[in-house]
């Protein structure tokens, strides 16, 4: 290269302000990676149910400081245990949340149907904890459910690209290896479901589906209970191998050293 040449100089990219001239992180913004391909586009992913102690480690992961820990643990905890997408969660507004009956009205689930789903007394816990604190900020009942919390925008919508990022980031402090995303508690919850021989028709009404069918294959796929069920029954040719197993013999004494004695056993003419 010629000496005269120069080496490009790096390009100045002015942090990303909101209207009112406020700075704000570009994953909260409804314009992060607007029109740029994800990274894993074309690529099809197996599903990978958690553990339970898998998802309490993620909802654990959330700070425990500040206003955004009771809403992530909020939201986490109704992904996870009301089985809803995220773009459903994120549509939520205070009212259609009834902790008092356990219930969540979703208007405009997939296809705009809307359907009534069910949601525990625990993480019932987690949403009631997130409105008080929603109170305490001054957001009222007409911002959705799951919104900001600070700047010129609070009350105002979170996005879903936001909610992956945080997924993602909690699975890393949680030290969880499988491949983690909002829609894979979705997933957590259908296995769980059916794990727990949960009648089909009550699976896919709380999870929204068109038939019967779909939630058959959805279940399937992700638990095939009956698969796992009818291979551990299968009985094993021929002699037990545990019985075939040899025993142990006794361990040899130190070297230099003597044998422990055995226990006395009972005395001859015992009872």
């Not at 359907?115 to 305490?136: H, K, P, Q, Y």
């Not at 992700?222 to 545990?242: C, F, K, Q, T």
């Not at 019985?243 to 050293?257: K, N, Q």
Request: charged share 25%; proline share 11%; net charge positive.
């Amino acid at each position: 290269m010629p000496s005269s040449e120069q080496p490009p100089r790096l390009q100045f990219v002015p942090r990303q302000l909101d209207r009112r001239g406020y700075y704000r992180s570009p994953v909260t913004l409804q314009s992060y990676r607007k029109g740029v391909a994800p990274a894993n586009k074309g690529r099809k992913f197996p599903p990978e149910p958690l553990t339970q102690r898998e998802v309490l480690a993620l909802i654990n992961a959330c700070p425990r400081t500040g206003s955004a820990g009771p809403r992530n643990r909020a939201l986490l905890a109704v992904l996870w245990r009301a089985g809803l997408r995220v773009s459903e969660a994120l549509d939520l507004y205070p009212k259609d949340v009834d902790l008092d009956v356990g219930t969540i009205r979703v208007l405009h689930g997939k296809g705009d149907r809307a359907r009534t789903v069910a949601i525990d007394s625990m993480a019932g816990e987690f949403v009631a904890r997130w409105l008080e604190v929603r109170r305490e900020l001054g957001i009222t009942w007409r911002n959705p459910l799951f919104c900001t919390i600070s700047g010129p925008t609070k009350g105002g919508p979170v996005y879903d690209a936001y909610v992956r990022n945080m997924v993602k980031q909690a699975a890393q402090r949680a030290g969880i290896e499988k491949r983690v995303h909002p829609h894979g508690l979705r997933h957590t919850h259908a296995f769980e479901l059916a794990g727990e021989r949960t009648d089909l028709r009550l699976i896919k009404q709380q999870l929204g589906h068109a038939s019967l069918s779909v939630t058959a294959r959805y279940v399937e796929h992700l638990n095939p209970s009956e698969l796992v069920d009818a291979i551990r029954a299968r009985p094993w040719p021929g002699p037990d191998p545990a019985a075939a197993r040899p025993a142990r013999s006794p361990a040899a004494p130190p070297a230099g050293g003597r044998a422990q004695p055995e226990p006395p056993g009972p005395a001859a003419g015992g009872s």
